[in-house]
């Protein structure tokens, strides 16, 4: 399985983009690389999921260079409810579900 | 959106005895898993499940654990004798076939092991 690093915690104030960086040089090419958000006591929630370039939902987008080493979660004008830990997880059809989550970045957002 | 249902949201347990942890995944969903999280740590995974058999286990999935899928519907996570460093939260989650299909988590059970 295709180690994760991403920052631990990074600050933003409202209406601001957010962008968390993940890197996993180790990726193989079946893998995809899917975010998960987790607030307090409560089960991550998957918020997107890319495999190479761009992909957009009505909550963020996921930038993936052409080598897939690394991913770029951004959060268009966060508020403070965005305030939670943001996982990046790497996997495929083998190992789906089957890791234990990274240290994850948590997302601080001020007024 | 479906959901993943947990039960009981909070257990309360003496130190060696069996608790049963409670999950009610998305209908047409194959794959199960349980993962934990001790207070402050990591989101760790402890199984998957599919077609009625454990498909992977983590080294922290002993023999103190056992899943089970009793019904069509219920997929229960046991734990035979109860240690405090068992206290956790505990999450359920599930998905379709499809590997790239994203996972969806209940919202736990709060395991605390006295």
């Known amino acids: 399985l295709a180690k994760t690093t991403q920052p631990i915690s990074m600050d933003s104030y409202e209406g601001q983009e957010v962008n968390i960086t993940c890197s996993h040089n180790n990726i193989a090419t079946n893998d995809y690389i899917t975010w998960y958000q987790q607030f307090p006591s409560q089960g991550p929630r998957f918020i997107i999921q890319g495999y190479k370039t761009k992909v957009t939902n009505e909550v963020a987008s996921l930038f993936i260079p052409a080598d897939r080493k690394s991913s770029t979660l951004s959060l268009p004008r966060v508020s403070l409810s965005d305030t939670a830990v943001y996982y990046c997880?790497?996997?495929?059809?083998?190992?789906?579900?089957?890791?234990?989550f990274g240290d994850g970045t948590t997302l601080t957002v001020k007024p | 959106e479906p959901e993943v249902t947990q039960t009981p949201s909070h257990q309360v347990t003496q130190m060696g005895q069996e608790v049963i942890l409670r999950c009610v995944p998305i209908?047409?969903?194959?794959?199960f898993y349980w993962y934990r999280q001790i207070l402050g740590q990591k989101v760790e995974f402890l199984v998957s499940f599919y077609n009625n058999e454990i498909s992977e286990k983590s080294e922290i999935f002993d023999d103190q654990f056992s899943v089970e899928r009793p019904d069509g519907s219920n997929f229960t996570l046991k734990i035979r004798s109860t240690k405090l460093e068992d206290s956790a939260m505990y999450f359920c989650?599930?998905?379709?076939?499809?590997?790239?299909?994203?996972?969806?988590f209940g919202s736990g059970t709060q395991l605390s092991v006295l």
């Open positions: 209908s047409n969903h194959l794959y």
């Open positions: 997880l790497v996997g495929s059809n083998t190992n789906a579900g089957k890791s234990t």
């Open positions: 989650a599930s998905r379709n076939r499809d590997p790239s299909e994203k996972l969806f």
